[in-house]
């Protein structure tokens, strides 16, 4: 399934990973879900119903799963009082939010943007359920944007 991102990025989702979600045609509405291949896990990229407007779809980061406890502080991520390198995650501004400690409830992944300092995610409206998951974001296939209208050197380029 396809998806474009704000940033300009038309990405496809692999919706069967997670098990795929059964919705009324036309509509919002969930009537459940499907087993999956494996439950989400720490750095999949997601897609997932924004838990504020149920109409929209976000794309972030897992940072922690179920039964995680997550603290950030300035720009350094701890999950269960251990340091985490995320080479994905990008700071530009000097003053930071702190958060945590917050334990991931059961059922719950905890999600983050990786342009930190800009993201609205689980630190600011909370945790994403899983049955809120649409699927693991896989390949950029389009990309536009910027001084040069198509973005060729991200064609292609695998979500990481």
Request: no cysteine; net charge neutral; aromatic share 12%.
């Amino acid at each position: 399934i396809s998806y474009r991102t704000t940033g300009g990025d038309h990405i496809l989702v692999n919706k069967f990973i997670y098990g795929p979600r059964l919705e009324v045609p036309l509509t919002q509405a969930s009537l459940g879900q499907l087993p999956g291949l494996r439950e989400p896990r720490a750095g999949d990229v997601i897609v997932f119903v924004y838990p504020k407007e149920r109409d929209k779809d976000f794309i972030k980061r897992i940072v922690a799963v179920a039964g995680q406890t997550i603290e950030v502080h300035g720009t350094h991520v701890t999950i269960d009082g251990k340091p985490v390198e995320d080479p994905n995650a990008h700071y530009v501004k000097r003053d930071h939010v702190d958060f945590g400690p917050f334990t991931v409830p059961a059922g719950n992944v905890f999600v983050m943007g990786d342009n930190r300092d800009e993201s609205y995610d689980s630190r600011f409206w909370g945790t994403v359920p899983i049955q809120d998951i649409k699927g693991l974001a896989m390949v950029i296939y389009w990309s536009w944007g910027g001084p040069n209208w198509v973005r060729w050197e991200r064609l292609g380029r695998l979500v990481s």
